[in-house]
């Protein structure tokens, strides 16, 4: 539906859609992988996170290069971009935690909280790709753009009781505090990227009205 | 979708020795409806105060919140629920006991409370994964 409303439909928009959902596919991966890795410490599956973040980048640029040679019309171009990018800077902080959890011990007062978080990151993620999915379909975002904006206000509840609870919590050193500190960061922003790239689908979506 | 998917863990309490002015400060200041009323000594059974129990038994009466105590217009016992159940488990509980809110209990130990708009806020988040039966 999406597609036949554009002018130029043909192999080049299959071919970003295709890779735009697998970007996606990637990310709800590497969600779970993380949030699995969190709940039973298991760092092989947190070094998942990386090599997936990897394979999502040349994704990303093979995604951006298909649209700057031609694919959708030019007033579509820049926040379908955005949106990539967007996707693009949530797997980097997925990362970013993953390797700052590699280097630090969670305490246990904030073990839960952060598995919370993790686990409704990976259901954020979920509803994105099924955001995407309405949006190829020329379906209403409403509701899917609401739960998203529902989890990520949870989200942020939770990171003020995290915060709190982080400030009584004794660190050996700097270095230990400033890890902790940067891991619940990217736990935590997450849910803000995810909101964006929903705000860039709607914009996609009500520009090809 | 589980409770403990949505329920809020961070619990606020107050003292049920403590006025029902420290109640309201606490409540207008931390934007919260209720708190979690600690009994001591033997009186191991919780409460809850609620800001409906603030306004209709106190200050509606005209009586001074500062000399009224938590313990006297708390509710008890609470209503509690087991976190592996469904929140819709959790709405029937609510439709059933005429609450609000239902506090999260895991052998015995209160881990969270549900409320309403929680209630309202996971449905919608069913229906926009699809799986929402009404």
Known sequence: MFLKKILSYGKQEDQVIENVK??????????????????????????????????????RREIISTIYAGAFLPYLRPDLC??????????????????????????????????????????????????FDAMVNGEDLREKALAIRIYEKKIDDIKFSILKEIRTIPVDNFWQGR??????????????????????????????? | MKIDEFMTTRI??????????????????????????????????????????????????KSDPKSVKVASIASRPIVCIDRALTIHDAAVLMEESVIARVFVCEEGKIVGVLSLLDVMAASLILRARGNYVP
Request: aromatic share 6%; charged share 30%; proline share 1%.
């Open chain 1, 22 to 59: 697998k970007h996606l596919q990637l990310l709800c991966l590497a969600f779970d992988s993380f949030c699995s890795g969190i709940k039973k410490n298991d760092s092989s599956m947190i070094r998942e996170v990386i090599d997936l973040e990897r394979e999502g980048d040349s994704v």
């Open chain 1, 82 to 131: 955005r949106f990539v990018e967007t996707l693009d800077r949530v797997f980097d902080s997925l990362e970013d935690a993953a390797l700052n959890y590699s280097d630090v011990v969670l305490p246990e007062q904030i073990r839960e909280e952060c598995v919370r978080v993790a686990s409704m990151n990976t259901n954020m993620g979920e509803m994105l790709a099924l955001s």
């Open chain 2, 12 to 61: 606020e309490s107050i003292d049920a020795d403590s006025s029902v002015y420290d109640a309201i400060e606490k409540m207008v200041d931390r934007r919260i409806r209720s708190l979690l009323v600690v009994f001591s000594g033997k009186d191991k059974d919780h409460g809850v105060i609620t800001a409906r129990d603030i306004v209709f038994k106190v200050l509606s009466k």
């Open chain 1, 179 to 209: 890890t902790l500190a940067e891991f619940v960061s990217d736990l935590t922003t997450i849910s803000d990227m995810i909101e964006d790239a929903t705000d860039y689908l709607q914009i996609i979506n009500i520009s090809m009205r």
